[in-house]
Each structure stands twice: as C-alpha cells, then as structure tokens.
DNA sequence: CACGGGATCGTCT
DNA sequence: GACGATCCCGTGT
C-alpha cells in the first residue's frame, strides 16, 4: 500500500485533510513489528486563530516547535501526565495546523497491540483503539516519535483505497476543549457514522 | 447507565 | 506549583 504523499499533508485545509484521513491507514513499524489501524476519528486545530490549539497566536515553545515544521510529519505531546497523543501536522513551514487521530479499527498485529495495552495499562482491558490515549499505547508511540518524519520507516499513513464518503462522515463539537467561544463548539470533530470503533467522550463541563 | 474521582508528569508560569 | 486535546473503575440507581 502507497504512503501518503507529503502534498496530502502540504495542503491548506486541514478540516478537508482531517475529513480525508478517515478510512485511512495509520501504521507503525517498531522493533521489527507491524501494527495498524484505520482511522476512524480525527479533529482539527487550526492555529494560529484557533485558541484550543497549542500553537494559538503561534505559541512557540520547545514542546510546540515542531508544528511549524512543513506538513506530514508527527507531533506528539503528554496529556494528564500518562497519554502520549499523536497528532498529525499540515500546511506548510510556518502554518501551525495539526489533525489529532482520535481512533482507529484495529487491523494489523492484533496480539502486539494487546500486549502492549497489558502492560502499559497495568492488565487493565478497555478496547484497544478506542480513543486517542489508548490507541497510541496500542502503537507504540511515544514522545520520542515527536517530529518524527510520516515518509519516514517508523510510523506513516497509507491509502489501502476504503473510500469514506460526505454523508458517512459525521461531524461534532471537539472533545475536551474549555476555551471561550467560538472554537470551543466548532464542529471540528470527524468521524464515521456507525463505526463501533468511535470514542465516546465524557459528556462536556 | 450516570456520575465522580484518581492516576501521573511534562510543560509553562 | 498548577494544570491538561484521557481513561478506567467504583459507586449508586
């Protein structure tokens, strides 16, 4: 299956990228293994206007650096001090825009990912992929893989041609986000209707 | 099913 | 020194 091509990553709409990456393929090769997923959810943060992104007013700090890199490689940060989420950046140098992977079906090393989930997660048994915390446990990402180039060997996106149609994608406020209005209820939430493998967020405070 | 709380640490003030 | 783009589990109904 082909990569993606950086001029999937390169253009300027990352709410069109974000609608595009769903039914896509997010993979990752580490120690030798394969595992992957199709990517059911994604959301969009569209700095610098979008106060709920990082990079708000092009807010650069060492943690943020790499989203003004070109578009399609990784960024990849710690939240509530144990998930480590994956993030994908867009545009061009310069232009900080980022779509958040927020789920995945699981498809390719099955028995790893479990693994992985076993012991990262203490044995604890929730879905593998379901929710953008847990499914970068499940793939192995970390940190480290912040910057990490998505042409590169380790982790990349391919097309495996599961077309994902308009009226298939539903379309929802993000999850998690407490800044003032407007971005904190732009629809900016992908995903597709119906799949089992949509996160189900905490109803909002 | 709804709700509340705890875990755990890098990042920025 | 506070807090967060989360997740899981215990409790009550």
Known sequence: MPKLPKTFYRRSDVNQIAKDLLGKVLVTHKGGQITSGIIVETEAYKAPEDSASHAHNYRRTARTAVMFADGGVAYVYLIYGMYALFNVITNQKGQPHAVLIRALQPLDGLELMRRRRAVESGGKNGKLTQGPGVLSRALGITLADSGSDL??????????????????ISESKRVGIRVPEPYRSVPWRYSIKTNPWVSHPKPER
């Not at 990349?156 to 077309?163: L, Q």
Request: with cysteine; hydrophobic share 40%.
């Open 151 to 168: 042409m590169g060997s380790e982790i990349w996106i391919e097309d495996c041609g599961v077309g994902v149609t308009a009226c298939e």
